[in-house]
């Protein structure tokens, strides 16, 4: 910086700028003079600065930062280094500012120091501010915006490392949380890097710079298991928000992150411990500052790069994923699709209904149990028959977007996949007409080939609208396996009583126990006798009048949940996905029967059985509401 600069940025002659400076200025207006002595100041401009020996060595270094270090011990390494070599530091601040970080580097060639560490403020600084190299001033340049032979902190290797750690825990479904900062660009490249070296596909979804909806229905879903986080704060803010939320790390999903070599545990006193890696800030500044020394007395050894050997600090909020953890769900039954059909009356005998609107659905209470359950977060497995029709691509396809386990679903040559026709009314109500298809060929036999989809599992759901001989041996196989039973049975008027003994729990509506149980017993007496035959409990759904529960030793009458109908079909899927989900929650029998009555509720609000099953994220949000 010298006089015709000030001049040019003051907009006065540089003849005026000297006087100025040397004191002449007698004839100069006092406006004048305060804007080029402002100038003056602002860009540190010292009078004869430029014909100083540039070969004096001063003992001091300047260290220029693109934003405040308070909080980053880099600069305390730098500082300390320099003071133990008998070298004093200027500092300055760039506050991200292009015009600002100008000024600092005017005044750092200004006051002839013997050398710099420069962290450009972004692209443009390297054009646009002069480099101190030029003016044979031993240089180091740092972080993200540096170019080429910029010298970083290793994020890149400290992002592949957490992101390893959480893959070789099993999970696959991982999202990263970023703050937007010096290190973003080198940790998200650490994070893709890793991905890809583990065959994962990487997307945009993947990265979360606030906590929105998605990622906490992620999490609900279990669509996330595990979050890499760039900052040690964001991911004590993330703690905080689970645990307000009622989700437990890692228990529903695994937590790690780095953070500096500082008391940031301190923000939040009290606060958990996360699994992290701690970046040594401190050292780093260390290096640099010795390295520019050597460079600065023209030393001979070179001080080793910066290595970091990274090492979790605890593994409190790391575990494999709850998926592989928890126990599953595995449903047997029946497997559709729905053609929906609005009518304006239901059909009755020799009348002719006329409509333009039909839907068509994956259905089936097989399908429709299990999606509810995948919906609610758990892992399910799908046992059932579909033909060799196109309606079965159809099915794989869409439980495959739900990450329903099909594995135990077969084809079968010469069959068609089962069909289901629903008429619907303006009130909601609904007549059903069923072609079996391939469900019916659903055989002992092919549960006993498909025995290992009942490992690891918590819950059966059957349902009867597969062959009898084929739901007994599901839930003979379901108890070997120490799973517990729930049979929903439709289209059927005569169980078994060794078929009874098996259900742990039957969820009849009143007229399929009254199929059951024929006569003019009360709906508790019929109940009861039910219990006596030899099933677990009994809960009787009644629609708008809520359900009814009968065990061995007590019963209690649950009102139903205040939502207006527009389709019931789906009533009794979505209150069995629910209230399975929320026992194998280990949530008691009777709560888990609350929740599943709003989750019947709120499944009657649209049309369609899979769209209007309620997710884990909104039967959550109901549920700590109502403060269970």
């Given at each position: 910086?010298?006089?015709?600069d ?20 007698s ?5 004048t ?12 401009y ?44 200027l ?22 120091v ?28 740092i ?24 893959i ?16 973003t ?38 669509s ?10 964001m ?57 520019l ?74 399908i ?45 040559p ?29 055989s002992?036999e ?18 009867s ?27 059927c ?76 079909t ?19 029998l ?5 929740i ?22 909104s ?10």
């Amino acid at each position: 910086m010298n006089i015709k600069d000030i001049a040019r940025i003051a907009g006065v002659s540089p003849s005026t700028v000297s006087k100025i400076i040397n004191g002449k200025d007698s004839t100069i207006s006092q406006e004048t003079r305060e804007k080029v002595l402002k100038v003056a100041k602002e860009y540190h401009y010292t009078p004869y600065g430029s014909s100083a020996q540039r070969g004096t060595r001063t003992y001091t270094l300047a260290v220029l930062l693109r934003t405040t270090a308070s909080i980053d011990s880099t600069l305390d390494g730098i500082i300390q280094t320099a003071q133990a070599s008998g070298y004093s530091t200027l500092v300055f601040n760039g506050y991200s500012d292009n015009e600002q970080e100008l000024k600092n580097m005017t005044a750092v060639l200004n006051h002839q120091v013997d050398g710099v560490i420069w962290q450009p403020v972004n692209d443009d600084s390297r054009t646009l501010i002069p480099h101190p190299q030029d003016n044979n001033i031993p240089t180091l340049v740092i972080g993200p915006y540096g170019g080429d032979k910029t010298l970083l902190l290793p994020y890149k290797e400290a992002a592949y490392r957490l992101t390893e750690e959480i893959i070789e825990r099993g999970h696959q479904s991982i999202a990263c949380l970023m703050t937007q900062g010096r290190r973003t660009k080198d940790f998200l490249k650490g994070f893709r890097a890793c991905l890809f070296d583990h065959h994962m596909a990487f997307s945009d979804d993947m990265i979360h710079y606030e906590f929105d909806d998605s990622l906490i229905a992620g999490i609900g879903d279990r669509s996330i298991t595990g979050i890499v986080s760039s900052h040690y704060r964001m991911a004590l803010e993330f703690s905080q928000l689970m645990a307000s939320l009622h989700y437990l790390i890692p228990d529903d999903v695994s937590l790690v992150s780095i953070k500096n070599d500082t008391s940031e545990a301190l923000v939040y006193p009290g606060g958990p411990q996360i699994s992290t890696y701690t970046m040594r800030n401190a050292d780093f500044g260390a290096y640099l500052c010795s390295k520019l020394i050597n460079i600065v007395e023209k030393r001979n050894e070179e001080p080793h790069s910066f290595v970091q050997n990274f090492h979790l600090d605890n593994t409190l909020t790391l575990d494999s994923p709850s998926t592989s953890r928890a126990k599953k769900i595995t449903v047997v039954g029946s497997l559709n699709t729905d053609t929906y059909i609005s009518v304006p009356t239901l059909p009755q005998g020799g009348t002719t209904v006329i409509t333009k609107t039909a839907t068509r659905y994956p259905g089936g209470k097989g399908i429709n149990q299990a999606v509810g359950a995948a919906k609610l977060g758990h892992r399910v497995s799908l046992i059932g028959n579909v033909g060799t029709d196109g309606e079965s691509d159809y099915i794989f396809k869409e439980m495959a977007q739900w990450g329903v386990d099909t594995t135990g679903v077969k084809r079968q040559p010469g069959n068609d996949t089962g069909k289901a026709y629903i008429f619907v009314d303006p009130n909601g109500e609904s007549m059903i007409s069923v072609l079996s298809g391939a469900n019916a060929t659903l055989s002992p036999e092919d549960i006993r080939e498909r025995e290992d989809q009942f490992d690891n599992t918590g819950y059966c759901l059957i349902q009867s609208e597969v062959p009898l001989d084929a739901v007994n041996e599901a839930c003979r196989i379901a108890h070997e396996h120490h799973a517990r039973t729930i049979l929903k049975p439709t289209t059927c008027n005569h169980l078994p009583d060794s078929l009874l003994k098996q259900i742990d729990i039957l969820v009849p509506n009143i007229n399929e126990l009254n199929a059951l149980q024929p006569g003019n017993d009360s709906m508790e007496e019929k109940s009861r006798k039910l219990i006596e035959r030899g099933t677990g409990n009994v809960i009787v759904t009644l629609a708008e009048r809520g359900c009814y529960l009968q065990t061995s030793t007590s019963e209690r009458r649950f009102a139903a949940a205040g939502f207006a109908p527009v389709d019931n079909t789906g009533a009794g899927d979505a209150f069995i996905s629910a209230l399975a989900s929320y026992l194998l929650y280990g949530y008691p029998l009777e709560q888990a029967i609350e929740i599943a009555t709003y989750a019947a509720g709120y499944s009657i609000t649209r049309e369609g059985v899979i769209p209007s099953l309620i997710d884990r994220f909104s039967l959550d949000t109901h549920i700590r509401q109502i403060g269970r």
